[in-house]
């Protein structure tokens, strides 16, 4: 494959490990992180003397400037728009904007149109596979965009994705990242209320769940989250405050669409509850704790 310099901001949980992958594949990567200690240890840990390929950016203009590719990984609307246009700016023209923030579709669109508007390119590929898919390179990646950008860009994206689909044109993979949160949180929803039934009805949870995961139960929480949450475990990398986050961009594009989630609303609600009892930093799974604190 041929060897690309990349431009990258945002070097957090999901982002370094990303990031970190395309120095491995031999990509001069300039990655900048606005917080000066996550730059530190992302060179720390990923730019190794046997992979020169890779330097840190002093701002999202340096990392920006002469690269082929430029990826983002940040907060939210706000945050992008305002690392978007500053990577715009200083971008060669036809070069691609990857964006794999989640945020609004609508923000995807107008970023989309102002790239366009400078002979640059936009696509919104936001992932799923929390902080083990970024660092094992399994994520699921689903883009919104142009077919030949996307086509550009699949080759390189490989390096961190197990699957990574173009689902329609801008604004689709926002929108689909929506349906996959959507998803998760009712899952971890069910399997939360399902263990604390089990430990109130007395039952061996071990044994119930060597049952139950073997039939149509089974799901990628209960292989992954079941025992963790069972020892109230929940150092692992997807927050309850992200979540929040997410699941208040599909409240707010259903309310747009003119439709109800009332499911949706209600763990929306029971994540804000469990932000109040201090559990804004761990892991989702952490819905368990909300059942055994009422």
């Known amino acids: 494959m041929q060897t690309l310099t990349l431009g990258w901001v945002g070097l957090g949980t999901m982002g370094g490990p990303m990031a970190g992958h395309l120095v491995r594949a031999g990509h001069r990567v300039q990655a900048h992180n606005r917080t000066p200690a996550r730059a530190r240890h992302w060179r720390e840990h990923y730019l190794q003397t046997n992979q020169p390929a890779g330097e840190l950016a002093g701002s999202v203009n340096d990392a920006a400037y002469g690269a082929d590719i430029v990826f983002t990984c940040v907060g939210g609307d706000d945050d992008l728009r305002q690392v978007a246009r500053t990577a715009f700016a200083v971008m060669q023209p036809g070069s691609i904007l990857v964006d794999h923030s989640t945020t609004s579709a609508s923000v995807a669109r107008e970023l989309a149109s102002e790239a366009a508007a400078r002979g640059l390119h936009f696509i919104d590929a936001p992932v799923s596979g929390g902080q083990a898919g970024a660092e094992n390179g399994q994520l699921a990646i689903m883009a919104g965009g142009e077919a030949g950008t996307f086509a550009r860009i699949e080759p390189v994206i490989a390096a961190y994705a197990k699957r990574a689909r173009l689902v329609g044109p801008t604004g689709a993979g926002q929108l689909t990242k929506m349906v996959n949160q959507i998803c998760f949180t009712g899952v971890v ?106």
């Open 189 to 294: 929803a069910g399997l939360a209320e399902g263990l604390f039934f089990a430990e109130k009805a007395g039952l061996d949870c071990q044994a119930v769940l060597d049952v139950i995961s073997q039939g149509a139960a089974q799901s990628w929480q209960m292989d992954h989250r079941a025992q963790t949450m069972l020892r109230g475990e929940y150092d692992f990398g997807f927050a309850v405050d992200w979540v929040r986050k997410d699941l208040g961009i599909v409240l707010d594009e259903a309310r747009a669409l003119g439709v109800a989630l009332p499911g949706v609303a209600q763990i929306n609600d029971w994540y804000g509850e469990l932000q109040q009892l201090g559990h804004g930093r761990s892991d989702t799974s952490a819905l368990l704790e909300r059942l055994r604190a009422l």
